[in-house]
């Protein structure tokens, strides 16, 4: 599935984000709490997106990844 250009600025945009929180291993800034809420609004609608093209592949990914935790 290709990204829009908004799309992708706007992931470019909020990626380093979660590198931040991740090389830190916590939250630090009120900021970055509202990023990492926007990165995942942006996730679950890229997600709802592929799922519409591909519900198929999906669910099977889906039920892999709760059969693997």
Not at 3 to 22: E, K, S
Request: hydrophobic residues 45%; contains cysteine.
């Amino acid at each position: 599935m290709k990204l829009d250009a908004a799309t992708f600025r706007q992931l470019r945009r909020l990626a380093p984000v979660l590198d931040d929180v991740l090389n830190a291993g916590e939250v630090e800034y009120a900021d970055q709490a509202v990023n990492l809420t926007a990165l995942a609004t942006l996730c679950s609608q890229l997600f709802d997106a592929y799922r519409h093209l591909h519900p198929d592949d999906t669910e099977q990914a889906c039920l892999d990844a709760l059969e693997s935790r």
